[in-house]
């Protein structure tokens, strides 16, 4: 059966050359101009989003959604209002516009009045060869029989198993934006993401492990997805990890796997690397830029390009192509990442960074793929340097405060003894302040990877990329018992 | 504020005609619509400004076989709707024949009165002003403080509505208004420290705004003298906001639905078992007065109502929808959601000690008492430092070690335990209930809880 119908195919099109989108935006953009706004920006939506859970073996929830929307932010000087709507219709959005304007107390008299509005520039088109990507992604029929096969991968490969779970999310979004600067980008993305999760379960010892994979603009990607392999991953982690003692706390040197280990980076300094927390006040580094805040050992690079990775764009959500960004370079700070707003208050250039999870939030300088580089070193050299630490196969989620305080969870933890691997641990939650944390990581081996995650933030939830090859931090909090 | 309701019956009518032209009898739908306005300031400038109108409906069909498929939008337009309603069906091809939900029971049955009267809206610039006022107050508390990094103050209105083809027609309205300061203070060669503080009201003109700069510059101050805590376990006292978000981060203890699909700590027949000391009550109250966000029904049409979840340490009841009601043999309680595989969540936890009961720790009060103990103010990064279905937790937490009556800041730790254990080693259960956000609490005492410091 076929239900891809359940797209946003047959409402409201965003194809300028086949819709009246670009004289409606061109008198909305005139119009706030007019009012006396130094920059409009519109930014419209559809989205297509399908769920599905596999839980034992049966499909036990099948989700679609569609939507539309529209954001309008106004700027006036370094301030902006932002209205979004469900609306789309023209007196929708008018009345959107007027109230945005109203918010920075201007008032557009009326909408065909004359202002600086130089017009759209030609459209760049990104989406222009992936109209047909909704169509090309799989039907119910290869989603549910995928995921009953994940469900049925862990029955065969684990052991105590009370839980088995698979599961898939498609999230496709066409975007148009204009602004008055001239800019008019459209684009099509396409997130998929897969995964499975398992409770295991003997006597009191439990142990839930979950994998999730994800990927960027490959409509084929579930049916490529090697789940016989996730699922042994999975099911090797729930049998380690069930009679695993709780962790010991104290200050100790780590070794970070590669991949989701990138979660470090992410939360003790990613995040305090946007312009948004300049504008804050709440980095520490705002005024460190050429100057050494990490080990000479880190390279950090946070970009939208890598080939199919979660957090890669065609172009961000202000319609800018996005960059590559050296954050830092052999431990010295050399770039924020930053968007519209960051770069009219901070004086940061823009990065193609601006990114918000839908019509109903503002744009934000927000992370895309952001991973350590890889360095010189073995794992066996990072393990063999520690005498008694912890090593972190697994990591879960974190976050950082407004004092730079970060933390994330192990989900899969050994003890390090001797320069040698020991026995499984559990329950450990990493802490730490980002300045003294970057300069202690002080080894990076020479496998670097990445890993799709989500990145909750100012903007809303975005599909973001960590990574980086095992760390070695030399010291830090390891929360335990 | 806001506007004018939804047309249920044209939603009705629309919807009927839909299903009737393609032949489906049995369908249900929930809606709801939002209008927001909300600010953010930066030293003394305006910094976003900022309004939303939402609107949603989800859409849920049974198909021939009996089956169920749901689809989800945010386009209320009659092409919408269609879109929807075809989706719905389309997707019930995939319903699961081993758990089928049917229609609430009550979703006729009288709602409770809740008396929160609809307020009218101050408008963007009012909420500027006033949030800029109290910025500036805060900010003048202490020279330390330097900025509010995280601040808002947002006014909106919602309505929900629940109808089905069973003649079920629900529709409630609400307002809400929110205010929250959070600031950041540093003190030369000392570390940044931070503290804040929430309010919520019917009405933007009935918010709390000096409760709030009080306590955000209370707390924030109370952190300037700080150090680190050696490792260690420690008496504990819980503030009511951080145990009420401990308790809710193991709700699932409480949810039928994760008993049926076997992630709770829980099982079937745990009901009447001690779960946690005998002087321990958790009740869940939708209704209660100081619930801002308090709705009449659930997402499946169910009357809210309050729910004795623990009674004296024993386990009474679980939060149920209609088809986890309908599998336990009893009343759907109101606390469902409306999805292809229906939610379960709890409302409105209010904890308190039992009547008449003495408890090992009565001496204990966070105000008075001259013991040594770590008191947690807010325990942070909860989504991952839980693991519910484990019962375990590892939180990093905001607090204070306390000697003598003396408070000193905890510079960076985290707190470990396990939820039953914790539940079994409560000493203390202080006879004050505090009216939080969140919830209904007085501060919880814990016994032993181990502590991870940078000492």
Known sequence: ?481 | MGHAPLNVSALRDRLHQLASREGITQWDLGASRSNSASVQVDRGEAKQLKASQRSSITVRVWNRDGLVGITSTSDLSDAGLEKALMGAHQASAFGNADDVPHFSPLAKAPTDPLDRPLKNSEGIQSLLKNLLEAEKELLSRHPAIETVPYNGLNEGSSERIYLNSDGALRQAQRTQASLYLFARAEEAGRKPRSGGAVRLALGSAELDLNGCIDEAAERTISHLNYKPIDTGRYLVCFTPEAFLDLIGSFSSMFNARAVLDGVSLSKADTIGQQLAVPFFNLIDNGLHPAHVGAMPFDGEGTPTRALRLIGDGRLESFLHSEATARAFGVQPTGHAGLGAKVSVGPDWFEVHRSEGATLPGDHLDHRTTSDSFVLIESLNALHAGVKASQGSFSLPFDGWLVNGGERISVEAATVAGDIRELLRSIVQIEADPIVTHEGVCPHVWVDGLAITGEA
């Open chain 1, 1 to 481: 059966m076929q239900t891809n119908t359940i797209s946003a195919t047959g409402i409201l099109n965003l194809d300028p050359s086949c819709t009246p989108w670009e004289q409606r935006l061109n008198t909305l953009l005139n119009a706030g101009l007019g009012a006396g706004a130094d920059l409009v920006e519109v930014f419209l939506e559809r989205t297509d989003h399908l769920g599905v859970l596999a839980e034992q073996d049966k499909i036990t929830s099948v989700s679609p959604a569609f939507g539309m929307g529209a954001g309008i932010r106004v700027f006036r000087g370094v301030r902006d209002g932002f209205v979004s709507t469900n609306d789309l219709s023209d007196a929708g959005l008018a009345e959107a516009l007027d109230q945005a304007l109203a918010m920075l107390q201007l008032e557009r008299s009326t909408l065909s009045g004359s202002s600086a509005f130089q017009g759209l520039s030609a459209l760049k088109n990104f989406a222009a060869t992936k109209h047909d990507w909704l169509d090309r992604t799989p039907n119910l029929d290869v989603i549910t029989q995928r995921l009953l096969e994940g469900t049925q991968c862990l029955e065969r490969l684990g052991q105590h198993l009370d839980v088995r779970r698979s599961s898939f999310s498609r999230d496709w979004q066409e975007v148009l934006v204009a602004a008055s600067d001239g800019t008019f980008a459209r684009d099509i993305r396409l997130h998929q993401s897969s995964g499975l999760s398992v409770l295991a379960a003997d006597g009191d010892h439990r142990a839930s492990i979950a994998r999730r994979y994800g990927s960027t603009d490959k409509p084929n990607d579930l049916c490529d997805w090697a789940i016989e392999a996730s699922a042994q991953e999975v099911c090797s982690s729930a049998s380690t990890m069930l009679r695993a003692d709780y962790v010991d706390g104290g200050q100790m040197p780590v070794v970070l796997a590669n991949r989701f280990g990138g979660v470090i980076f992410h939360e003790a300094c990613g995040h305090l690397l946007e312009t948004t927390q300049i504008e804050r006040g709440t980095t520490p580094f705002a005024e460190c830029i050429g100057e050494s805040i990490a080990h000479p050992a880190v390279t950090a690079i946070d970009e939208g390009l890598s080939d199919g990775a979660f957090g890669s764009l065609s172009m961000d959500d202000e319609g800018m192509e996005p960059q590559r960004t050296v954050l830092i370079e052999d431990g010295v700070l050399k770039r924020f990442i930053s968007d519209r707003a960051g770069e009219l208050r901070t004086g940061h250039a823009r990065t193609g960074s601006g990114r918000r999870q839908s019509h109903g939030f503002a744009a934000a300088s927000r992370m895309r793929n952001t991973y350590i580089a890889a360095g010189p070193h073995s794992i066996n050299d990072l393990i063999g340097s520690v005498d008694r630490g912890l090593y972190c196969k697994s990591m879960g989620g974190g976050s950082v405060g407004p004092t730079g305080q970060f933390n994330f969870s192990v989900e899969e933890g050994y003890l390090i003894e001797n320069g040698s691997l020991g026995k499984p641990v559990k329950g450990a939650t990493l802490i730490g302040e980002a300045k003294e944390v970057m300069p202690r990581i002080s080894m990076c081996a020479d496998d670097l990877d990445l890993a799709a995650g989500y990145c909750g933030s100012v903007s809303g939830s975005v599909f973001v990329t960590v990574g980086q090859p095992h760390i070695k931090v030399d010291s830090i909090t390891v929360g335990g018992r």
